[in-house]
């Protein structure tokens, strides 16, 4: 079943330059969920995955 927290990790409605730093996290997220089973730790995973891919972003606004 698709976590809900992956639409945290569209990009395509981003600028050009933010889908470069975004698109990784993105494509990772949901191959993660795709291989893994649910449970604790894969939540904790996307969720930490998620905080990263935002500080990512926020890094190429500079």
Same mark, same amino acid.
């Given at each position: 079943?698709?976590?809900?927290?992956? $639409?945290?990790?569209?990009?395509?409605? %981003?600028? /050009?330059?933010? *889908?470069?730093?975004? $698109?990784?996290?993105?494509?990772? +997220?949901?191959?993660?969920?795709?291989?893994?089973?649910?449970?604790? /730790? $894969?939540?904790?995973?996307?969720? $930490? %995955?998620?905080? +990263?891919?935002?500080?990512?972003?926020?890094?190429?606004? *500079?």
């Amino acid at each position: 079943m698709k976590d809900p927290i992956l $639409k945290y990790f569209d990009y395509e409605h %981003l600028p /050009e330059h933010l *889908q470069t730093a975004s $698109k990784p996290f993105g494509d990772l +997220a949901r191959q993660m969920d795709a291989d893994l089973f649910d449970g604790p /730790e $894969k939540a904790t995973g996307l969720r $930490k %995955l998620l905080e +990263a891919k935002d500080c990512f972003v926020r890094a190429a606004l *500079q």
